[in-house]
């Protein structure tokens, strides 16, 4: 039977709703890479209204750690291009790392803590990092407009008013082996302000970055963003260790830079705990035990 579903999901004139019920239907390993490579050919016209009822398929990664830039006066096209022109130490953003639980960014929370987030450009900054050269398709949208470059080829140039949609905008781009640097500039006139992030590949990942001098984000979220971080990097070791890490501190230097990165807010390492079903990166809370609430609940976080 799945033999004879991947025979006729080749088949040109499939309509939308037929292909999302054949790829419902195939392992989640066949039909992910499948959708990627549909949405990146053919954008969300390959499955039109029926995208939605294959996201949970989808393949890859949100990216939920970014530096990002103070904001930037200016909004509009005229203020993406004249941020885009600054140098790097005119829009610098080593200095905050803001994180995202859900795969969107909260720009304008974010804006709002900084004084402005009304009429105005942040700037957004990751890194990806490939086994190989390969072509994948990178899943993003904005609110409002955005410009974003990729190892400084621009990629998407969106000065529309507009939600953020994590569909708006479905790539491909062909990465080298290593790290291939991310800029993503948002804009805002006003109302909403925010930006998200997809990787559609499992083998790509986002280089593990550690906290900047500023605050960026609540405890609990900046725990979230070093466990995605540490599960990114612990993704990379497997690639190419074949097994998964036995601790955080396996993960130094070759995969992670930053000594902070493997402990906890309250100094105390994080845990890495896998079994033949996969991975979990776990922080025991402030006591340092199994169990608890509030601040002392432990926070697991899976692949």
Known sequence: MLNALRSQLSTPELDPWATVVMLRALPLEESGPIIAKLLGDKGKAALG????????????????????????????????????????????????????????????Q???????????????????????????????????GCLVQVNGETIVEDYAEQGVDPLDHLIQVNLKKGANPVLFLVENGGGGFGASLRILDNEVVVEATSGGSEPGNSLRVQILSDLAALLSAAQLYRIDEQVWPSSPEALLDRYITSKNLVRDPWGKNYIIASDSNGIEIICLGADGEEGGIGINADIVYRP
């Open 49 to 108: 209204v029926h995208t939605r009822e294959v996201t949970s398929l989808l393949p890859g990664q949100f990216v939920r750690r970014m530096k990002v830039s103070n904001p930037i006066p200016g909004g509009g096209k005229e203020g993406l291009t004249r941020v885009l022109g600054l140098p790097p130490e005119e829009r610098p953003t080593a200095n905050v790392l803001l994180s995202t639980e859900e795969g969107l960014f909260d720009l304008r």
């Open 110 to 144: 974010y804006g709002r803590e900084k004084g402005r987030s009304d009429d105005c450009v942040v700037a957004m900054q990751c890194s990806l990092l490939s086994p190989d050269d390969r072509s994948v398709t990178l899943a993003l949208g904005s609110d409002d």
